[in-house]
């Protein structure tokens, strides 16, 4: 006699379920893990250290990203911080935003708007120009 | 402590919970807070930085605000955000990844504060002397 009870664990939803937020979580702890020693190395050196922010220019700019060592750090940094910030927000939109299609439009909008910063941020590291004035 | 009409205690922190009360509810708030704040600074940074692919003037104009006494303040306020952000991230992975991490997370919370004080003092001091020597400062 066939029974309609399903195995347990056998049905449909738990099969279709992805490790997405499971990952999500674990990228969390790794970025952040690596974004203390970016981003406290960049605040040293650019707020605190040797006059801090008021020696900044665009001729300081210019001398650190002469050097890939600081475009390979800054690049990291911009990639890891807004990945990490970006989940982040996603998280919170999906914790707050209760009616399903302000979910939707309010990740679309972080969606859009982080790709956009991201490309921007990466274009300007690559394609920074010295004798531009 | 006050008796609810389950007639169970209410303590500051329930056991076995680490976000309801006290540190650990507190320590959740503030790492959201800081944790948008950061993010949408971040967009403004990508921003201004943006503006060398411009002009030395148009950046050196933008990075000239940043030097103002009121932002000079803010940027301490993001200093302030990072950290606490920073630490309070190394004590959440310690929580989930060390066998005696939420055991330890109170007096983890309380770590955060000294340590974090103790940066933020000498810090304030090198982030802000510029602004201070330039508004009350009687010589260079």
């Known amino acids: 006699m066939s029974t309609a009870v399903l195995a ?98 309010l990740k679309m909008l972080l969606y859009v708007s982080t790709t956009f910063i991201i490309v921007l941020g990466t274009l300007v590291i690559f394609t920074f120009d010295v004798s531009i004035g | 402590m006050s008796v609810n009409t389950q007639g169970f205690s209410l303590r500051a922190t329930p056991i076995g919970t680490l976000y309801r009360g006290g540190e650990g509810m507190w320590t959740w708030v503030l790492h959201r807070i800081t944790g948008v704040s950061l993010f949408f600074f971040l967009f403004v940074h990508v921003l201004d930085t943006a503006l060398v692919r411009v002009s030395p003037a148009a950046y050196d104009e933008i990075i000239a605000t940043y030097k103002t006494p009121i932002v000079n303040l803010l940027e301490v306020g993001l200093v302030g955000a990072v950290l606490f952000h920073a630490f309070n991230g190394i004590r959440i992975i310690l929580i989930d990844f060390w066998a005696k991490g939420p055991r330890y997370q109170r007096q983890m919370t309380w770590g955060i504060a000294a340590v974090w004080l103790l940066i933020m003092i000498p810090g304030f001091y090198f982030m802000t002397i510029h602004t201070i020597d330039a508004i009350f400062g009687s010589t260079s």
């Open chain 1, 8 to 105: 347990p664990r056998s049905d449909s939803r738990n099969k279709q379920r992805s490790n997405f937020e499971l990952y999500g979580w674990l990228f969390m702890r790794i970025s952040g893990l690596i974004l203390v020693f970016l981003v406290l190395g960049h605040l040293v050196i650019m707020n605190i250290l040797d006059g801090g922010v008021q020696r900044i220019n665009f001729a300081f700019v210019a001398g650190r990203w002469a050097s890939p060592f600081w475009q390979v750090w800054d690049l990291s940094m911009l990639w890891l911080a807004l990945t990490h910030g970006g989940n982040g927000m996603r998280t919170i939109i999906n914790d707050y935003a209760e009616r399903d299609q302000t979910r939707f439009w």
